[in-house]
């Protein structure tokens, strides 16, 4: 058999002259991946509507001020890991998780540090404790928590302050109810509510160095006094008025003290033993 090499070296030349020809224009038409820019950021943070700590511009700012904001940045430039450890010094974010996706949008999943309870100290220190006992410093932020004054050291606050603030959270009534609470220095606790013009003594806690019957002291504490206070206002403040005392005392068992408001800069208790309490 003849073989025209000429005519398959043309033919050849014709299909590799035609396979780098769509090769070519393909490359053309495809973006480069190294070249694409971050179009967008997606930015998620949980409980956001419960914790009112961290927005979205809160995030881009801490994020700007480092010079780590993605937008129109090159995505393969782009450090996921060096934005999540910078975000991750702030003490209100617990954990992020950053991501990337083909259409160009840096996405963002923040979780926020929930604050139980806000600690005003007579020695100056202000800070929030979290729900898993962790102090947060409060300097710039505002938060619908209770606030707890006084005698209060560190310790104190996280292994008795928390635990209560934690109890009180966790019941709707009281959850609403509680504005502050104030350690005396013998660790008398004081209540101050949102409704009514009385502060509230409840007596003190059981102190113990075991963490167990410490938490058990302080539930058994909170439900007994909260119970004894919630039956004091279905049975005495609803028939005498919220304002008629300015101090409730529930410290001493099977008796509740109250002090009357200065009537012409005069003074008085009562001494209330109802039997519903």
């Known amino acids: 058999m003849h073989i025209n090499w000429k005519k398959t070296i043309i033919v050849t030349l014709d299909v590799a002259l035609a396979a780098y020809i769509a090769l070519a224009i393909t490359a053309f038409n495809k973006p480069d991946r190294k070249a ?49 450890q910078s975000l991750k010094q702030n003490a ?29 100290a007579d020695n100056g220190e202000d800070y929030y404790i979290d729900s898993e006992g962790e102090m947060m410093q409060g300097g710039g932020y505002a938060s619908d928590v209770i606030v707890a004054t006084g005698n209060i050291s560190q310790w104190y606050a996280r292994n008795y302050v928390a635990p209560l603030a934690r109890w009180i959270m966790a019941h709707e009534l009281w959850k609403s109810q509680v504005e502050q609470i104030n350690i005396l220095p013998d660790k008398c606790i004081e209540m101050a509510p949102r409704v009514g013009n009385h502060i509230t003594c409840l007596g003190r806690i059981q102190e113990s160095k075991n963490k167990d019957r410490r938490e058990r002291n302080i539930e058994e504490f909170a439900t007994r006094q909260f119970t004894r206070l919630d039956k004091f206002y279905k049975y005495g403040l609803n028939k005498v008025g919220w304002n008629k005392y300015s101090y409730i ?29």
């Open 36 to 84: 694409e820019t971050c179009q967008q950021v997606r930015i998620r943070i949980a409980d956001s509507d419960s914790c009112g700590f961290l927005s979205a511009t809160d995030v881009k700012a801490m994020l700007s001020n480092k010079q780590l904001y993605p937008t129109g940045k090159q995505l393969s430039l782009i450090d996921l890991r060096a934005i999540e």
């Open 92 to 120: 209100f974010i617990k954990d992020v998780q950053c991501y990337k996706t083909q259409d160009g949008t840096v996405g963002l999943e923040v979780t926020q540090r929930l604050p139980m309870v806000r600690v005003k």
């Open 249 to 277: 005392n529930l410290e001493f068992d099977n008796q509740i003290i109250c002090r009357k408001y200065k009537q012409n800069k005069k003074e008085t208790t009562e001494n209330i033993q109802p039997k519903e309490i």
